[in-house]
């Protein structure tokens, strides 16, 4: 049994769903938290840097759809379980890769567990939200979030000194989380059926769109997609480089970059939590107006600044982006609220494809003009924000 809150929103669940979150996000954050081990031991350019992201984040984008699509007609609660198999054994092959080729053939069985995730624990947070949306996605996307910070704290404290085998170790995570997805699972039909009868009671209260007009969805899709390439193709800059920029820059050790990276990633766990929770209260249109426009300052003052003040506005500049990230998911689901499978493995697949294609792009711009280079460019990206202003005012009750 799980208890509900007086608003339909499953606690229990929904921190069972972050907790899972997070260990999976958490086993695929040690990819770009192991790059500089693995460009010393296999003698790696930044091209080759940038097409471990790119293999990667295709493979778990170009799926998420697909089986978001899939269990719209045929919802499979078991599927996350799944995902978890193919996650294991990526991390397993990655620990004792022989060659280049099994490298990217290991992180691309990781990227197809992740897709196979999302879609379906997207759409149980969904169900387990009841009337607090923006809370529900909030917990949910803090997990990944987390999850994505410890992977350098963990690449640091375990997988430096012990080696790339030690990756291995981290199979015993994907147990755990498979034993987490298969309880959460069996909890499905209940909230789903609850989920659906809050919809018929709103609708008949006159408190729900029923559809928006094409246009307006076509519209509202096409500008969340270009918000969300600028906001990640800024943000993959830091995963995949930020601890090459640190060490190139600063003389850090390769310990010390992944700590400052860990503190930048737990800056947009917290983001996302207090995002999601504030755009309960003020809407989904100012959050993202904040969040795409609010850390352009910030990031032209970047490139130019202390190691001190470089931590400092990392941190804020990741902590106001990452607030969006809610806004843009259940604004999109309420652009089309019965295609919640569609929507989660849209955005999570966006997500992995589209910060894939800027980390191969950024790759090439790293070895042709460094590294620094990259960070003073990129600097300009939030700028991309105004597209906010095309966005349709849509009614923020429904779905």
């Given at each position: 049994m799980t208890t509900a809150t007086r608003s339909g929103t499953h606690i229990t669940v929904l921190a069972v769903l972050g907790v899972t979150h997070l260990l999976n996000d958490l086993m695929q954050s040690l990819i770009p938290?192991?790059?500089?081990?693995?460009?010393?031991?296999?003698?790696?350019?930044?091209?080759?840097?940038?097409?471990?992201?790119?293999?990667?984040?295709i493979a778990g984008a170009m799926l998420q759809p697909v089986i978001g699509?899939?269990?719209?007609?045929?919802?499979?609660?078991?599927?996350?379980?799944?995902?978890?198999?193919?996650?294991?054994?990526?991390?397993?092959?990655?620990?004792?890769?022989?060659?280049?080729?099994?490298?990217?053939l290991s992180v691309a069985l990781i990227g197809i567990g992740s897709s196979i995730f999302h879609p379906e624990a997207t759409r149980m947070a969904r169900y387990a939200?009841?009337?607090?949306?923006?809370?529900?996605?909030?917990?949910?996307?803090?997990?990944?979030?987390?999850?994505?910070?410890?992977?350098?704290?963990f690449a640091a404290l375990i997988v430096v000194p012990w080696g790339q085998p030690s990756l291995a170790w981290f199979a015993v995570i994907a147990l755990v989380a498979m034993m987490l997805l298969t309880w959460i699972g069996s909890k499905q039909r209940q909230i789903s059926?609850?989920?659906?009868?809050?919809?018929?009671?709103?609708?008949?209260?006159?408190?729900?769109?029923?559809?928006?007009?094409?246009?307006?969805?076509?519209?509202?899709?096409?500008?969340?997609?270009?918000?969300?390439?600028?906001?990640?193709?800024?943000?993959?800059?830091?995963?995949?480089?930020?601890?090459?920029y640190l060490i190139e820059r600063f003389d850090l050790s390769i310990q010390a970059s992944q700590l400052m990276l860990f503190v930048f990633l737990m800056a947009a766990a917290v983001g996302v939590l207090v995002g999601g929770v504030v755009g309960d209260r003020i809407g989904r249109y100012r959050i993202i107006w904040f969040s795409v426009l609010g850390p352009l300052p910030l990031t032209l003052m970047l490139p130019y600044v202390d190691l001190f003040w470089t931590g400092v506005l990392t941190i804020l500049i990741n902590l106001i982006m990452a607030s969006a990230f809610a806004s843009i998911l259940i604004y999109a689901m309420d652009l089309l609220p019965d295609r919640i499978g569609l929507i989660?493995?849209?955005?999570y697949g966006l997500n992995f494809g589209l910060g894939g294609v800027a980390a191969a792009f950024l790759g090439v711009l790293a070895d042709s003009y460094g590294v620094e280079a990259v960070y003073r460019m990129c600097a300009f990206l939030p700028l991309a924000g105004v597209l906010a202003w095309f966005l349709p005012r849509i009614d923020e009750t429904s779905g």
């Open positions: 938290a192991a790059y500089p081990i693995l460009k010393e031991a296999y003698a790696l350019d930044f091209v080759q840097i940038g097409m471990i992201t790119l293999t990667f984040q699509m899939v269990t719209d007609k045929y919802p499979a609660p078991y599927s996350p379980v799944v995902g978890m198999m193919f996650t294991l054994s990526g991390l397993v092959c990655l620990a004792f890769a022989p060659s280049y080729a099994m490298i990217l939200a009841g009337g607090r949306q923006g809370l529900a996605q909030g917990m949910f996307q803090v997990g990944g979030q987390a999850g994505g910070a410890l992977g350098p704290v059926a609850e989920f659906a009868a809050l919809r018929a009671a709103r609708s008949k209260a006159g408190h729900i769109a029923v559809s928006h007009a094409p246009m307006t969805i076509g519209i509202g899709l096409v500008v969340l997609t270009l918000l969300m390439f600028t906001k990640n193709a800024y943000s993959e800059s830091f995963r995949s480089f930020y601890t090459f989660g493995g849209l955005f």
